[in-house]
């Protein structure tokens, strides 16, 4: 998966959008004027990701519902929309603009491959509700469960950050990454089995994109058998090395093999230097030039 991410990075690099997440925020601010003038005018209903009404020549729906933002207008917008420029920006920091890119904009076209899934899934068991049921969930299928996936990679990447959970509490992100998530796939098997698949589509269509995610940070590889072979044989020569004489630390957590025998390290080869890094920071870290 991280080959053939290289891969595509080396194509189609130069078409990467820089600050992505600064864009995004623009477009929700576009969307949060759509709500205030909709008081009136009644404008998000003509934005939403409908299959239905994309199948009767309304295509612009693939495009408009990313300006539907994730949350409503409230004293607390500046400061979610700060927060979310915070997430993102470290994310694309972390990931890389190319991968960020992919990674935001897979989770868009999954969301609309959902959307039409959805609709697929209501055809085969309700046909005659199909349609009115699709219409009437068609704002679930918006970038709320996007932005979430967002920030559970940023939990994943930087599990120990420290936020004020309500400006009060502090807490570290791993934890509040946890909870979302829990929630999240506890939605996502409540819509199936109530037979809500729009919700199951929204959100395992965004699922798939985290765990897509996951898989290329190259945390999966501890379970191949190759792996954990390796990881008993490093361990065992370890420990016949003379105590006290480190061979291997992590340019990012410092961690080395005496404090942590079970872990990897590797040196990156895009680094300019002799950087080595464990396991878990391998393909996280941000690579110094």
């Known amino acids: 998966m991280n080959s053939f991410m290289n891969k595509l990075e080396r194509n189609f690099g130069r078409y990467a959008i820089p600050n992505l997440t600064m864009y995004i925020i623009g477009l929700y601010v576009i969307g949060y004027v759509l709500e205030l003038v909709s008081i009136r005018y009644n404008m998000i209903p003509l934005l939403t990701l409908n299959p239905i009404l994309i199948f009767k020549g309304q295509i612009w729906r693939l495009v408009s519902w990313v300006l539907i933002p994730p949350t409503g207008v409230s004293i607390l917008t500046i400061i979610t929309l700060i927060f979310y420029y915070f997430v993102g920006n470290n994310m694309e920091r972390t990931m890389g603009t190319f991968r960020y890119n992919v990674f935001v904009f897979g989770g868009m076209i999954l969301m609309i491959i959902g959307a039409f899934l959805a609709y697929g899934t209501f055809l085969l068991v309700d046909p005659e509700n199909a349609a009115q049921i699709v219409t009437d969930y068609a704002s679930v299928f918006s970038t709320y469960y996007l932005q979430q996936m967002v920030f559970l990679a940023f939990a994943i990447c930087y599990p120990e950050v420290q936020i004020l959970l309500m400006f009060i509490i502090p807490i570290k992100v791993k934890w509040l990454g946890i909870a979302y998530g829990v929630i999240l796939l506890y939605s996502c098997l409540q819509g199936l089995m109530v037979g809500n698949f729009c919700v199951f589509f929204a959100i395992g269509s965004q699922l798939l994109n985290l765990f897509l995610f996951y898989v290329q940070t190259g945390r999966l590889s501890r ?22 004489i480190t061979r291997h630390k992590c340019a990012v957590c410092g961690r080395t093999e005496e404090t942590n025998p079970e872990l990897e390290f590797r040196f990156c080869s895009k680094c300019n230097g002799n950087y080595e890094y464990c396991q878990e920071h391998l393909f996280t870290h941000q690579h110094i030039k």
């Not at 058998?225 to 105590?243: G, L, W, Y």
Request: aromatic residues 10%.
């Open 223 to 244: 379970f191949k058998p190759k792996d954990v072979k390796r990881r008993h044989d490093f361990s065992r020569n370890v420990k016949m090395a003379p105590r006290g």
